[in-house]
């Protein structure tokens, strides 16, 4: 029974919050009428001592006085005298001396006195003739010939024409130059990647860019070190989905110090293990429609250890093979990269006890044979 009735207030507070916050809608449309609808019914149900009952009544009182009720809403602004929260009974207190404040008489110098409308229509009709008249004499004259004009053509706004500018402005004091940004991605065993981050700039001294991006990527896990040529950020040997989360992270700390949002990257790595080796399938798909091409800047991908003949699809740009063995995919701005990979990876102690298995065949038939022969079982010498 208990447990019931608690249902029940429980439920009657969550009405009576409903109704509130309708009536204040009412209010600010100047609803008036809807106000007193909603809530006069609930106002014998909630005590004025209570934090929503006097609410209910201050929000009555602001709508009777809309209506012109000043009495009425003086007895609301007054039931709030019992109420326990302090900054409502102040409120209450405060609507109540401006209901009850005196009414002062206008000086007579403050009024504009409109004329007799009536007595102005009177001699408007008696001068009517004459000016019909007069308009007679003096026709009006024509009214003068529009412009010519072309067909019309919708305006390039300047709000289009300053977020152009806006935009440009923003990639040339963050990039400060040519720009050549690789990541790769070291497949370290099965199951792990390493990422890591090279950036690479023409300037002489990392842009802002770099060392916003630096400081972001810093507190993802990535040790930074700078060369004399570029920027390298680099994560240790982590499993496959804290590898997807750095590259996550990364991605989205980019996208958030340029000037266009972009789609989270999707990498997904499945590996089935054979005993001799692990089968590794790969898909990565970068969104990067959001990104309209700039001169200057480079985006691609390092896949490390990986051959050639590994790759089954990449979008919109083939890979290419480096200096130093790495596949190179180069990324295209504003369009959808695509890379899909197929490869194995050997397990040496696999290997070798395939190869021992292998051979142990072929030792037994060759100490059978020595023994046929006479010679017996091999001796340690004398």
Request: net charge neutral; charged share 20%.
């Amino acid at each position: 029974m208990v447990h019931q009735e608690g249902q029940q207030e429980g439920q009657q507070e969550a009405d009576l919050q409903v109704a509130l916050a309708v009536a204040n809608g009412a209010l600010e449309r100047g609803d008036y009428g809807r106000v007193r609808q909603l809530l006069e019914p609930l106002a014998e149900q909630h005590a004025a001592a209570s934090k929503a009952g006097a609410e209910l009544r201050l929000l009555l009182a602001t709508a009777l006085m809309g209506q012109g009720q000043a009495e009425a809403a003086a007895h609301w602004c007054r039931s709030l005298n019992q109420c326990l929260d302090p900054e409502l009974r102040a409120r209450g207190r405060e609507l109540l001396l401006v209901l009850e404040a005196p009414a002062l008489e206008r000086p007579r110098e403050w009024s504009l006195t409109l004329p007799n409308l009536a007595a102005s229509a009177q001699l408007e009709s008696l001068g009517a003739p004459s000016a019909s008249l007069r308009r007679k004499r003096v026709p009006d004259p024509p009214p003068p010939p529009p412009p010519p004009v072309g067909p019309t053509r919708a305006p390039l706004g300047f709000a289009t024409v300053a977020a152009l500018v806006l935009v440009l402005m923003v990639l040339a004091s963050l990039l400060g130059g040519c720009m050549d940004v690789r990541t790769d991605l070291q497949f370290a065993g099965p199951g792990r990647l390493r990422i890591t981050h090279h950036l690479r700039s023409s300037a002489a001294n990392p842009t802002p860019w770099q060392r916003r991006y630096v400081e972001t990527l810093s507190h993802e896990g990535f040790r930074s070190h700078r060369t004399s040529q570029e920027t390298i950020l680099q994560t240790a040997v982590l499993p496959i989905d804290q590898a997807r989360a750095a590259l996550v992270a990364s991605f989205k700390a980019a996208a958030a110090l340029g000037v266009e949002p972009l789609p989270e990257p999707r990498l997904v790595l499945r590996e089935r293990n054979w005993l001799v080796g692990v089968r590794q399938r790969l898909w990565l798909d970068l969104d990067l429609e959001g990104l309209a091409p700039l001169p200057g800047v480079d985006l691609s991908l390092g896949l490390e250890p990986v051959r050639s003949g590994a790759v089954r699809r990449a979008e919109p740009l083939a890979l290419l093979d480096s200096a130093d063995g790495h596949l190179i995919w180069p990324l295209r701005l504003g369009e959808a990269n695509h890379l899909e990979l197929s490869c194995w990876r050997w397990s040496p102690l696999g290997l070798g006890a395939i190869a021992i298995a292998l051979l142990l065949p072929l030792v037994f038939g060759l100490q059978r044979l020595r023994r046929q022969l006479g010679f017996g079982l091999p001796e340690l010498p004398a």
